[in-house]
């Protein structure tokens, strides 16, 4: 096997047990605790999002200007739901300062958090994988994504518009 084969075919067993690490349709959001970088504030994520009748979280990659890109179009859903809940945790830097800052730069007003467990990925499956977002509803995944690109945002889009509606 030529080391180009062997490559590609290394990539794509990559690539597949990335794909499958992720949450799917039907499995549960687990608690866990959180810290707010903007209050510094600790709660469980799961407890403080449960009065809303749907959730996203998005998990990202402090420098990753694709996850923050991916925040935007979420803020903007987000306007004018007021039974949606969204929160984004950084999942490579602990930087309170730094996070801030970038949510600032980037007009993201619903919280920013870090985890404040350790063992937080056991039960979300994220593996470092910058832009995985969760959409659940009742506490169970009801969509999921590596990032929003045109047609993803428009299908979570469409999801959340027709959730709560009902």
Avoid: H
Avoid at 22 to 33: E, H, I, N, Q, R
Avoid at 47 to 70: E, H, P, R, T
Avoid at 77 to 98: E, H, P, R, W, Y
Avoid at 139 to 164: P, Q
């Amino acid at each position: 096997m030529t080391m180009k084969k062997t490559a590609l075919l290394l990539a794509a067993v990559a690539l597949a047990s990335i794909a499958q690490a992720a949450l799917k349709p039907g499995d549960s959001l687990t608690p866990y605790t959180i810290k707010n970088v903007e209050t510094g504030k600790e709660y469980c994520q799961v407890c403080a999002y449960s009065a809303k009748a749907a959730k996203i979280v998005a998990f990202g990659n402090l420098n990753d200007a694709a996850f923050w890109a991916d925040l935007k179009k979420l803020q903007a859903l987000q306007s004018g739901q007021n039974k949606l809940g969204v929160f984004a945790q950084i999942i490579d830097s602990k930087d309170t300062a730094a996070i801030k800052a970038a949510a600032a730069k980037n007009g993201i007003t619903f919280p920013v958090v870090v985890a404040a467990e350790k063992d937080w990925d056991e039960a979300y499956n994220v593996k470092g994988v910058s832009r995985t977002i969760y959409y659940a509803q009742k506490n169970r995944i009801a969509w999921t994504s590596v990032g929003l690109n045109d047609k993803a945002s428009g299908e979570l889009e469409a999801s959340v518009k027709r959730d709560l509606a009902s």
